[in-house]
């Protein structure tokens, strides 16, 4: 079955430091993956996807088949950058999406 | 544009009470999701739809019903309401192309006593 796998419930970090949020999935097909991120009193939103290959607010993420997991990072974080971080994967029929749990990133001054 | 707006923002609910729902989306995107975010959890898929008229359950459908009897809304509804259910409820929808972002409500926070 299809999992996502977010070990930290909380990571703070001091503003500037490197930030590295931990993904891994489980999923016998091929995987699509995506960082989703729901700022204070907003909305939950598209970060990134892997298949772009894009670089949004400074974040970048890279899929690794072989470790299976598709970490996000950034290397300066931003007080902005505070919220919650979830992962998410593309599961079979209806374009259905299967989330971790989230991480929330405190970024600390 | 509005986007994907959810009816009601807050709700209090006595165990055993009914309730439904609404969230409007005004792209004309084909697929509507409904989650519910619990802490620890994060967000689970309870049901969904490819399609005007079409239903299909998530992960977490016990307790819940939906209905897409028009493109631009999808309701959910709790026949029976249990303190299990309080929640944050999430919709969402995209379209059909490939591109495969989800477009999320404001959520909806449902108490159940």
Redesign the interface.
């Known amino acids: 079955a299809q999992r996502v796998t977010q070990p930290e419930k909380l990571l703070s970090v001091f503003k500037g430091a490197p930030v590295e949020l931990k993904c891994n999935y489980s999923y016998s097909g091929s995987p699509e993956l995506f960082w989703y991120v729901q700022y204070s009193r907003q909305r939950l939103q598209l970060l990134l996807r892997h298949i772009s290959r894009e670089s949004i607010k400074g974040f970048t993420a890279d899929l690794n088949k072989g470790e299976t997991s598709f970490h996000l990072k950034k290397p300066f974080a931003q007080e902005e950058d505070s919220a919650m971080y979830y992962c998410a994967l593309r599961t079979g029929g209806g374009n259905k999406l299967t989330f971790g749990t989230g991480t929330q990133l405190k970024v600390e001054l | 544009n509005a986007g994907?707006t959810q009816t009601p923002k807050f709700r209090v609910l006595k165990t055993g009470q009914s309730m439904t729902l609404l969230c409007a989306q005004d792209m004309n995107h084909e697929?509507m999701?409904w989650?519910r975010q619990d802490p620890?959890?994060?967000?689970?898929?309870i049901h969904?739809s490819?399609g005007e008229g079409t239903t299909?359950k998530?992960?977490v459908p016990d307790g819940y019903n939906v209905s897409r009897l028009k493109k631009q809304n999808f309701l959910l509804g709790l026949e029976s309401a249990a303190p299990s259910q309080t929640s944050v409820y999430?919709c969402?929808s995209?379209d059909g192309t490939s591109v495969?972002?989800?477009?999320?409500?404001?959520?909806t926070r449902l108490t159940v006593l």
């Open positions: 994907v697929y999701y989650y620890g959890m994060g967000l689970r898929l969904y490819v299909a998530g992960e999430f969402a995209r495969n972002e989800q477009f999320f409500g404001p959520g």
